[in-house]
């Protein structure tokens, strides 16, 4: 078995849709490294896309699911319950930003913890309507897709999408959206397209993933927060991707001391076994009848062991900190760069979630050609790097928090290399 033989049997077994971006196949993996199953090692910047903030294989996690998997993998929490889903909920209530009465449930995915988190909304408020942004990414069901702020390649063949989602303009300064800009799209779409009586919550990533990784600005967040308190509407953090320490805090919401209604979270919460959650304000996470949440694998205790013992190595091994230190350091390294790289338009960073934008030299006009040859040099070199952004112009960086200095040093090497060409 080989990589090229395994591709031919992809291509031949597996359909188009379910984009591929490495022409290899994992065999193993250890903390911040990844070995295919020809033998040759990349360090991981890519982290299963926010997924292992962890690392890949932390001990703890692993003796935390095999203690679990020794006594039983599933009962459905719906029909016989089990104690370490209930210690889980309380956990996630404090841990999550708000000085109120909160309660927790537990899913599998990020687009069912979105979709549930709206469910919740429209069952709390009595209202149908929601307001997305522009390069927003919240899912690839029918109304993830819809709150999905980005056409190609999310939602190009699949509608119609469900109705009363809206979009407004994301606030984003190096392409010419100010927070007045922002926040006047917002009050233009309660002018023209929804009564916002009609709106039950609105969605909102603190720091867009898929979108480029775009940090909202603290005073938008802070009138966003006001606006929605005038008309009674709910604010929806998003928090799959910047959720479990990515930021520098546990939650990214923490950085603008302004508490979401409802967050929903996924990716790292469970350091590679698939959990998500949503967890609120208890009086709006009550709103919806018994039977109206759950789901067959939601909250499997399997992910729930891992989850439980993802919460105590961030805490413990103060991984915080150590991303800050390191998102630190790889914006100091990009910022260095700029004079040797005049593709470099902007490099973005809110703790350990990173990313450089490129643009062709002396224009705004964005280079996805550019960013393309990097992800390749990169690659070629062993270094594995995401690309993203509405223009494909974009990577952004997301190293286990766990990495080692030495491998660290290794991965900017090569990272330069990659940039100078």
Avoid at 45 to 73: C, K, Y
Wanted: aromatic share 8%; charged share 20%.
């Amino acid at each position: 078995m080989n990589n090229i033989d395994l591709t031919q049997r992809k291509d031949a077994a597996t359909p188009r849709g379910v984009g591929v971006m490495c022409n290899f196949y994992a065999d193993r993996a250890e903390n911040a490294e990844l070995w295919d199953i020809e033998g040759r090692r990349y360090i991981d910047f890519a982290s299963g896309i926010a997924v292992l903030n962890t690392g890949h294989r932390h001990p703890r996690l692993i003796d935390a699911i095999e203690a679990q998997i020794r006594r039983f993998t599933h009962t459905a929490y719906q029909i016989v319950p089990y104690a370490s889903y209930i210690e889980l909920a309380e956990e996630i209530n404090r841990l999550v930003p708000g000085a109120f009465a909160k309660k927790t449930a537990l899913f599998t995915t990020g687009a069912e913890a979105v979709e549930n988190a709206v469910k919740i909304a429209r069952a709390a408020t009595g209202r149908p309507a929601v307001i997305a942004f522009s390069s927003a990414f919240h899912g690839r069901t029918l109304l993830g897709m819809a709150l999905t702020g980005k056409v190609v390649p999310y939602k190009v063949g699949f509608g119609p999408f469900p109705a009363d989602i809206y979009h407004a303009p994301y606030p984003n300064a190096l392409h010419g959206v100010s927070t007045d800009d922002a926040l006047a799209g917002l009050k233009s779409l309660f002018k023209t397209d929804v009564d916002p009586r009609s709106v039950a919550a609105v969605i909102i990533e603190p720091v867009q993933g898929e979108g480029g990784f775009n940090i909202c600005p603290p005073d938008f967040m802070l009138a966003l927060r006001a606006l929605c308190d005038d008309h009674g509407i709910l604010l929806i953090a998003d928090e799959v991707q910047t959720g479990f320490g990515r930021t520098g805090k546990l939650f990214a919401m923490e950085h603008y001391g302004v508490a979401p209604d409802l967050t929903a979270m996924a990716k790292s919460l469970a350091g590679g076994m698939p959990l998500s959650a949503v967890c609120g304000r208890a009086e709006i996470m009550d709103a919806p009848p018994p039977g109206g949440l759950g789901g067959t694998y939601a909250g499997n205790p399997l992910a729930v062991a891992s989850a439980l013992e993802v919460i105590k190595v961030i805490e413990q091994e103060d991984l915080l900190a150590r991303g800050t230190q390191l998102g630190d350091r790889l914006r100091h390294y990009l910022d260095e760069l700029r004079h040797e790289v005049p593709e470099i338009a902007e490099v973005r960073a809110l703790g350990a979630m990173v990313a450089v934008e490129f643009r062709q030299p002396g224009s705004d006009a964005p280079s996805p050609e550019f960013t393309r040859r990097v992800q390749a040099r990169a690659l070629e070199k062993g270094l594995l790097l995401l690309t993203c952004g509405t223009d494909g112009n974009v990577i952004r960086f997301l190293f286990p928090l766990t990495i080692t200095e030495a491998l660290m040093d290794e991965a900017l090497d090569i990272l330069g290399q990659a940039l100078r060409g």
